[in-house]
């Protein structure tokens, strides 16, 4: 009985050990010491506050299309000001990355960073185990095969065999999302997302095969040595297992979480922002790291029925998200312990990213940080806005053949210009 009773409360412990981490980060968020703004329900995100003017004039710039376009503007009190469609639900590409990099800084935290490990098993195999690292290259390959070769001699190994290595890697089933066009997965934006790889499975094209790859620059290493090893694929998730510190021969980090951040949001990285995703949600498998996000989305009080997600990156057209969505989820996260790092990876306009070149007048001055989204007939727009030192959450998206980037440059101009509506 006594040592029931000590499985009992020992199985307590651990629940609440568990319950604790998983809700942690909810509860800062709600919470925040209490020294932020309040979250109020969405249900109070309401339109008091139409400004039909200034509503009437941004849609006057949609040239007659704005049933393609959407657009929502939140306050910093959570009050939604301007709503065009804002519940429509469209393809955001890009924008999909402020979803999937936040869920990621929230679950990761900022000390995090993807890790390359080869290791030395009991029956004399080595294991290289990758977790995606984007900048993983050719100088890494020659420190990796050094440290074997060196680990080998240095332990007096049976000089009669081969060295037998197996790069460990997801199953190929799992290198792309099922929905991502065939012709993309061609690209670089759409090369596959695999845990080995090397400058991210793209040079100018993508690599269809990026293990051969891996496999073939091994290979070519050794010789340099005058070995010949045995290398073998071995297919299997990078979360399962624990690796031990005693086996651990070598490992090669990345850059930190904020660097990850920056490469994902204000370069739009694809193959980082799936990388990401499955970490943050401890799966390679997209339809499963898709729900956790979902789910993630969900307990900030987000009404996710207004979105569907198929990836992380952006680059499925069956993503679908209403600009409400995403100009509500920036309000809700923005009192988050580590905005103000999730906000700094953002494109800057005229200055960072993929808003670098965007403002072709120098004369106007924007200060707008976000996140922009490109696919064929689809162009996106997510971030915050100042002025007059109040920041607004904005967000647009238009779907169809009409597409004008300077229609999104003309919505910001009036914004940022008129005298209505806005602080």
């Known amino acids: 009985m006594k040592l029931l009773k000590f499985k ?18 909810l509860i800062t968020v709600l919470d925040h010491n209490n020294k932020s703004k309040s979250i109020r329900d969405l249900s109070l ?36 000001l301007i709503d065009i469609n804002g519940n429509t639900k469209r393809i955001p ?46 100088e890494n390959m020659q420190s990796i095969s050094s440290a074997i070769v060196e680990h080998f001699y240095r332990n007096k190994l049976n000089l009669r065999h081969n060295i037998s290595i197996y790069l460990n890697e997801v199953p190929p089933a799992q290198w792309w999302p099922a929905d ?26 993508a690599m269809l095969n990026p293990l051969l790859n891996v496999k073939s620059i091994l290979s070519n290493q050794f010789q340099v040595y005058g070995l010949y090893p045995t290398i073998k694929f071995n297919y299997k998730s990078p979360f399962r297992g624990f690796v031990s510190n005693k086996n651990v021969i070598y490992s090669i ?17 694809n193959f980082l922002a799936e990388v990401l995703l499955r970490h943050a949600a401890l799966s390679w498998n997209i339809e499963h790291a898709s729900l956790k996000l979902m ?4 307990s900030l009080g987000l009404n996710t029925d207004e979105i569907y997600i198929s990836d992380g990156s952006g680059l499925s057209r069956t993503n679908q998200i209403s600009t409400n969505f995403l100009a509500s989820f920036l309000y809700r996260f923005s009192i988050h312990r580590d905005f ?7 494109a800057i306009i005229g200055k960072r990213g ?56 003309n919505v910001l101009r009036i914004l940022v210009e008129s005298n209505k509506c806005l602080a």
């Open 295 to 298: 789910l993630w989305l969900k």
């Open 340 to 346: 103000s790092k999730y906000l700094s990876s953002m």
């Open 8 to 25: 009992y409360i020992l199985f307590a412990i651990l629940a609440f050990f568990v319950y604790r981490s998983t809700y942690s980060n």
């Open 180 to 205: 991502w066009i065939e012709s993309d997965r061609y690209h670089s934006y759409g090369a596959p997302i695999t845990s080995l790889a090397l400058s991210s499975n793209a040079n100018e094209m």
């Open 45 to 80: 995100l309401t339109k008091s506050q139409e400004c039909r003017d200034l509503r009437l004039k941004l849609k006057s710039t949609m040239l007659n299309q704005s049933d393609n376009w959407s657009l929502s503007l939140v306050s910093s009190t959570g009050d939604i």
């Open 93 to 138: 590409a890009s924008n999909q990355k402020l979803l999937s990099s936040a869920f990621a800084l929230d679950k990761l935290g900022e000390a995090f960073r993807l890790r390359t490990t080869v290791i030395y098993r009991r029956d004399g195999i080595y294991e290289i185990i990758g977790s995606g690292d984007p900048d993983i290259g050719l």
């Open 354 to 409: 993929t808003l670098r070149f965007i403002n072709n007048d120098p004369t106007f001055n924007i200060d707008f940080i976000g996140k922009t989204g490109t696919l064929s007939d689809v162009r996106s727009l997510t971030g915050m806005l100042k002025r007059n030192e109040h920041s607004y959450f904005l967000s647009i998206i238009c779907n169809g053949e009409y597409i004008s980037n300077p229609v999104m440059m």
């Open 253 to 269: 980090e990345s850059a930190p979480m904020s660097s990850l951040l920056t490469l994902t949001n204000s370069e739009s990285h």
